[in-house]
């Protein structure tokens, strides 16, 4: 689950900057939501993150 939650957040990492490189509108939404879903992740599951 914790692989899915940051793989999740890192496509949507990566979509971010594909936006913010064609200046999209949706890029914001997209960099919050990420962000949102990666503290999550990190708050679940924080042994899944290298010490």
Known sequence: MAAL??????I????????L???QPWMR???ITSA???LL???FFP????H
């Open 29 to 31: 939404t997209t960099a």
């Open 47 to 50: 042994h899944a993150l290298p």
């Open 21 to 23: 490189y064609t200046n």
């Open 36 to 38: 949102v879903i990666s």
């Open 12 to 19: 949507g990492f990566v979509a971010t900057v594909f936006g």
């Open 41 to 43: 992740a990190t708050i």
């Open 5 to 10: 939650l940051f793989g999740v957040a890192t």
